[in-house]
T-cell receptor, first 117, second 113 residues
Framework: GAVVSQHPSRVICKSGTSVKIECRSLDFQATTMFWYRQFPKQSLMLMATSNEGSKATYEQGVEKDKFLINHASLTLSTLTVTSAHPEDSSFYIC?????????????FGPGTRLTVL | QQQVKQSPQSLIVQKGGISIINCAYENTAFDYFPWYQQFPGKGPALLIAIRPDVSEKKEGRFTISFNKSAKQFSLHIMDSQPGDSATYFCAASGQGSNYKLTFGKGTLLTVNP
């Protein structure tokens, strides 16, 4: 089956620093990837759609300059949290849709736990 | 406006019992309805999914029932096991929304031994 990986799985940083999270599709190509944020005991909230070769599309209320997304290749999307603050601490998860008839089906990465001190 | 409403928020079931989680949607353009299982600290994993052209889909102990006219769908877990204890999310998507998933708020299932 399709596998999506994320790196790192866990990161702790100081307030004001930037953190980069990678999302890779390991055995398939993904022209689109999605980035979600999940706070404890809450549902997944879509932050943005990452598009290979073009700009990301951000959901309403998500700061583009704070959450930089780069879809560098057909298998890699990165999310950079710039000038992170404690309120950015969350579980960040990416997903990628399958190809062809299974395009609806999204494969999720294992998530990245970000803690900002 | 929440487009997918999920209930109950939490559910406690005895081992061997049936767990039932319900969802209702509003957007008639949705044409794909998956259920995801998530364990603490892990990403969601697809459990089972259904499209509106069928009313029921079964995979092992997991069954989705779908009612298009009522815009509702539910997950039934038969013979629930302690290992099924997790958070379950229903979701919906469609071509019109560029396949973006809209999630329900989740149900924390606890199966007691």
């Amino acid at each position: 089956g399709a596998v999506v990986s994320q790196h790192p799985s866990r990161v702790i940083c100081k307030s004001g620093t930037s953190v980069k999270i990678e999302c890779r599709s390991l055995d398939f190509q993904a022209t689109t990837m999605f980035w979600y944020r999940q706070f404890p005991k809450q549902s997944l909230m879509l932050m943005a759609t990452s598009n290979e070769g073009s700009k990301a599309t951000y959901e309403q209320g998500v700061e583009k300059d704070k959450f930089l997304i780069n879809h560098a290749s057909l298998t890699l999307s990165t999310l950079t949290v710039t000038s992170a603050h404690p309120e950015d601490s969350s579980f960040y998860i990416c997903s990628a849709p399958g190809a062809g008839s299974s395009y609806n089906e999204q494969f999720f990465g294992p998530g990245t736990r970000l803690t900002v001190l | 406006q929440q487009q997918v409403k999920q209930s109950p928020q939490s559910l406690i079931v005895q081992k061997g019992g049936i767990s039932i989680i319900n969802c209702a949607y509003e957007n008639t353009a949705f044409d794909y309805f998956p259920w995801y299982q998530q364990f603490p600290g892990k990403g969601p994993a697809l459990l089972i999914a259904i499209r509106p052209d069928v009313s029921e889909k079964k995979e092992g102990r997991f069954t989705i029932s779908f009612n298009k006219s009522a815009k509702q769908f539910s997950l039934h877990i038969m013979d629930s096991q302690p290992g099924d204890s997790a958070t379950y999310f229903c979701a919906a998507s469609g071509q019109g929304s560029n396949y973006k998933l809209t999630f329900g708020k989740g149900t924390l299932l606890t199966v007691n031994p």
